[in-house]
T-cell receptor, first 109, second 116 residues
Framework: GQQLNQSPQSMFIQEGEDVSMNCTSS?????WLWYKQEPGEGPVLLIA???AGELTSNGRLTAQFGITRKDSFLNISASIPSDVGIYFC?????????WGAGTKLIIKP | DVKVTQSSRYLVKRTGEKVFLECVQD?????MFWYRQDPGLGLRLIYF???????EKGDIPEGYSVSREKKERFSLILESASTNQTSMYLC???????????????FGPGTRLTVL
């Protein structure tokens, strides 16, 4: 099945740094989603995007739905230790979500 | 508080064994999903169900079957487990909606299955 191209695969950052990750696809999606998975847990929805060009924030997180409807990015400002985890993008087509491979965020002490 | 529970957090089975993974949700959701999660591959959909006794194949249904006898329960069955089915299995549920709309998927904590 089709997958989204998510990058980077992992990130090692210092506490306080800003983080940026993105997802691209060769196909159009009507909805883009960003999930976070913490160790030992299932993914939890962070942000949902419904319109091309839409920019949505959730606290220190900001996500955008690309104007071509084929990409999306997620930014995290001023990272803190509890931001560690795996971040997934997902695109909605009919009833199904198509998932990126994930970006693992590690914060250096 | 919404809740999706999975019967086991960790499971170790032998090649050829029949394996049952159970998922229960308490949100009266119509749709339920089984995914497997492997490093570098993200989540891949195995099967989903949009109603009791209904099931649809996802992207990787081979080697798996499912059962939905009650609305709140969705079971994943490995008829004859193989080592390449060693993975993290995640169950999710969502309320019904049109194909063009999104209703948030709520996930269980996952079952890490090891097949020896």
């Amino acid at each position: 099945g089709q997958q989204l191209n998510q990058s980077p695969q992992s990130m090692f950052i210092q506490e306080g740094e800003d983080v940026s990750m993105n997802c691209t696809s060769s196909s159009i999606f009507n909805t883009w989603l960003w999930y976070k998975q913490e160790p030992g847990e299932g993914p939890v929805l962070l942000i949902a995007l419904y319109k091309a060009g839409e920019l949505t924030s959730n606290g220190r997180l900001t996500a955008q739905f690309g104007i071509t409807r084929k990409d999306s990015f997620l930014n995290i400002s001023a990272s803190i230790p509890s931001d560690v985890g795996i971040y997934f993008c997902a695109g909605l087509r009919n009833y199904q979500l198509i998932w990126g491979a994930g970006t693992k965020l590690i914060i250096k002490p | 508080d919404v809740k999706v529970t999975q019967s086991s957090r960790y499971l170790v089975k032998r090649t050829g064994e029949k394996v049952f993974l159970e998922c229960v949700q308490d949100m009266d959701h119509e749709n339920m999903f089984w995914y497997r999660q492997d490093p570098g591959l993200g989540l891949r959909l195995i099967y989903f169900s949009y109603d009791v006794k209904m099931k649809e194949k996802g992207d990787i249904p081979e080697g798996y079957s499912v059962s939905r006898e009650k609305k709140e329960r969705f079971s994943l069955i490995l008829e004859s487990a193989s080592t390449n089915q060693t993975s993290m299995y995640l169950c999710a549920s969502t309320s019904g909606g049109s194909p063009s709309s999104y209703n948030e998927q709520f996930f269980g904590p996952g079952t890490r299955l090891t097949v020896l």
